[in-house]
């Protein structure tokens, strides 16, 4: 464990520093929020604020990410930033998850997310090095990455094509729709594959996982999204950003439909982003997930091996 904690002190020292020596800013914005996250994959914790009733909603939401507050930022106009911190997701605990972890967020005014991924990857490869590794790059797309890994292409293919290389594994089909199954395709098929020395980043996701990326008119249209991989392990989520509120409120309120229907808790949609992001410059952000990094670093597939403690001892 005191190994783990001094190699993290040295992962945030480097993260510091290669922020630094490009003049992005460190900022610091709330945990607690009125707003929480709308995302049907991902569950919040909530608690309430007992103080005086001026204050504000009593019921607060932890911060699944600093996307939000950091996107206000950017368009009251504080340039280039990053976020170093905690993040806190319910029911997610297990080899890769801990209910709470930390992530790094940063942003770049006048990027898209191609220059991003190149940044992204300069700053997995500075961390490797402080093991002494490095890692061969791949980048491709969402279609190749398919066609090249189990033969479908994942925008024209039948749910009974994107079915059959999963004939093997036994899953309740019920329910499942086409992104399920491409969820599917991606952590059982082609994830597994993933050169354990490699770094892969996959671009031009479908428009229907856009989250709050930018889409990008086509046939088909795609997301102007990418993810990238250290060895099998998913690290980094960015996305060439979303400056529309209209759109941004249309795919808020589909997230609470989605939630309605599943009987899920409906955090309340942030009216505070949907008012800044016609001030939000054009710019690209990424997130990436500090302790996965970390786990890659120490070659452990348990996150408690990174961890100080980890929830069960917390």
């Not at 699944?64 to 280039?80: I, Q």
């Not at 002494?132 to 969402?142: D, P, W, Y």
């Not at 997230?255 to 409906?266: I, K, T």
């Not at 054009?282 to 997930?289: E, K, L, N, R, S």
Request: charged fraction near 25%; include cysteine; proline fraction near 7%.
């Amino acid at each position: 464990m005191i190994q783990a904690l001094r190699q993290r002190a040295r992962l945030n020292a480097l993260i510091r520093d290669f922020f630094a020596r490009r003049d992005v800013l460190e900022v610091e914005t709330p945990i607690l929020s009125e707003a929480g996250n709308t995302e049907p994959n991902i569950d919040s914790f909530q608690t309430r604020f007992s103080g005086h009733v001026d204050a504000g909603s009593p019921v607060r939401w932890l911060r699944t990410s600093p996307e939000y507050p950091l996107k206000r930022l950017l368009a009251a106009g504080v340039g280039d930033c990053y976020e170093l911190g905690r993040v806190f997701r319910n029911g997610e605990a297990g080899g890769r998850h801990n209910p709470e972890f930390t992530m790094l967020e940063w942003y770049r005014v006048g990027w898209d997310h191609h220059r991003l991924i190149d940044e992204t990857v300069a700053l997995v490869r500075a961390a490797l090095a402080l093991v002494g590794r490095g890692a061969e790059l791949r980048v491709t797309t969402f279609r190749e990455l398919f066609v090249d890994g189990v033969g479908v292409d994942p925008f024209t293919a039948s749910q009974a094509q994107l079915r059959a290389p999963l004939a093997d594994i036994a899953l309740d089909p019920d329910g499942l729709t086409r992104d399920d199954w491409l969820d599917l395709l991606m952590t059982h098929c082609i994830q597994p594959a993933f050169p354990a020395e490699g770094i892969t980043v996959v671009h031009d996701w479908p428009a229907t996982q856009a989250a709050l990326a930018k889409i990008r008119p086509g046939s088909p249209p795609l997301a102007e999204r990418f993810e990238l991989y250290l060895g099998n392990i998913e690290l980094a989520n960015g996305y060439h950003e979303l400056t529309d509120p209209l759109e941004q409120r249309a795919r808020f309120e589909r997230d609470h439909a989605v939630r309605h229907a599943r009987g899920s808790v409906l955090p309340p949609i942030d009216e505070c982003l949907l008012q800044a992001l016609p001030q939000m410059p054009p710019c690209a952000g990424v997130a990436v997930g500090v302790d996965r990094l970390l786990m890659a670093l120490a070659s452990t597939a348990r996150i408690d091996e990174v961890l100080a403690f980890d929830f069960a001892n917390a």
